[in-house]
């Protein structure tokens, strides 16, 4: 890939009149009570590192369709996830700024149909997730305004040409958004659709997100635990891996 992309980024547009950063969540999911403490394994032994999804993460969800196990909630996320990059790849969320106000809007359109009382807005309930304690959910509208101001503060530098400015953005972007994990589910799907977002308005090409191998995802975790502390370079260094092992176009 080389160093230079030669593009030019029109200014992005203003949200449109709905495109509102949500309000708070309201209630909690079932079996979730406010606070959530870390929960060792069966055995008694540690309790799991870094991840991506909340220690209390839901097994059964009350649905649209009734109480769903998440194996049975999979499929239809899965489903959700490729209209909204079906959309994505159609710029259909072109007038959206990429900040924190289209990661809520991903949300709403991958979940909004199973459960709409939480789809598109920011969690009530205290979570733990690893060893991470996110910001209490009082916190977390002001976390995600600063994650966006961030994230468009960023972007001019880092969408002139591909470089240490481009890595860092998307770096920030994973990371930043993860630790807080702004959505009382599904936050995983959610920043991968936004990452896709942007590596599309960057002109860069779709890479493979999720890790795949057990030792993959170790580095991952461990790139997650740094992002926590406002370290990006481990991220950083994932990004490059990706870009990497990412086949490109003659």
Same mark, same amino acid.
């Given at each position: 890939?080389?160093?230079?992309?030669?593009?030019?980024?029109?200014?992005?547009?203003?949200?449109?009149?709905?495109?509102?950063?949500?309000?708070?969540?309201?209630?909690?999911?079932?079996?979730?009570?406010?606070?959530?403490?870390?929960?060792?394994?069966?055995?008694?032994?540690?309790?799991?590192?870094?991840?991506?999804? !909340? *220690?209390? $993460?839901?097994?059964?969800?009350?649905? @649209?369709?009734?109480? &769903? =196990?998440?194996? %049975?909630?999979?499929? #239809?996320?899965?489903?959700?996830?490729?209209?909204?990059?079906?959309?994505?790849?159609?710029?259909?969320?072109?007038?959206?700024?990429?900040?924190?106000?289209?990661?809520?809007?991903?949300?709403?359109?991958?979940?909004?149909?199973?459960?709409?009382?939480?789809?598109?807005?920011?969690?009530?309930?205290?979570?733990?997730?690893?060893?991470?304690?996110?910001?209490?959910?009082?916190?977390?509208?002001?976390?995600?305004?600063?994650?966006?101001?961030?994230?468009?503060?960023?972007? !001019? *530098?880092? $969408?002139?040409?591909?470089?240490?400015? @481009?890595?860092?953005? &998307? =770096?920030?972007? %994973?990371?930043?958004? #993860?630790?807080?994990?702004?959505?009382?589910?599904?936050?995983?799907?959610?920043?991968?659709?936004?990452?896709?977002?942007?590596?599309?308005?960057?002109?860069?090409?779709?890479?493979?997100?999720?890790?795949?191998?057990?030792?993959?995802?170790?580095?991952?975790?461990?790139?997650?635990?740094?992002?926590?502390?406002?370290?990006?370079?481990?991220?950083?260094?994932?990004?490059?891996?990706?870009?990497?092992?990412?086949?490109?176009?003659?």
């Amino acid at each position: 890939m080389s160093d230079e992309l030669d593009r030019e980024h029109p200014p992005m547009a203003s949200a449109p009149d709905d495109g509102k950063t949500p309000p708070p969540l309201a209630g909690h999911s079932p079996g979730c009570g406010p606070e959530h403490v870390l929960r060792a394994g069966t055995s008694g032994t540690a309790p799991p590192a870094r991840n991506t999804r !909340p *220690d209390c $993460a839901t097994r059964f969800i009350e649905t @649209t369709r009734g109480v &769903l =196990a998440y194996s %049975e909630l999979a499929p #239809l996320l899965a489903e959700s996830v490729l209209r909204a990059e079906a959309a994505l790849y159609q710029s259909e969320f072109d007038s959206w700024p990429a900040d924190e106000r289209l990661t809520a809007e991903f949300h709403r359109r991958i979940c909004h149909d199973l459960v709409p009382d939480w789809a598109g807005r920011w969690r009530s309930i205290e979570v733990r997730v690893g060893n991470l304690t996110p910001p209490p959910p009082h916190q977390v509208p002001v976390h995600m305004r600063n994650y966006g101001a961030d994230l468009l503060a960023r972007w !001019p *530098d880092a $969408a002139a040409a591909l470089g240490d400015f @481009t890595l860092e953005l &998307l =770096a920030f972007a %994973e990371g930043r958004f #993860l630790s807080i994990h702004p959505f009382q589910d599904f936050n995983g799907r959610t920043i991968r659709l936004f990452l896709l977002e942007l590596l599309r308005r960057l002109d860069l090409p779709r890479v493979t997100l999720a890790p795949e191998s057990a030792a993959d995802r170790q580095t991952y975790f461990q790139a997650l635990e740094a992002a926590d502390r406002a370290d990006w370079q481990p991220l950083i260094q994932i990004w490059q891996q990706r870009f990497t092992d990412t086949p490109q176009n003659p």
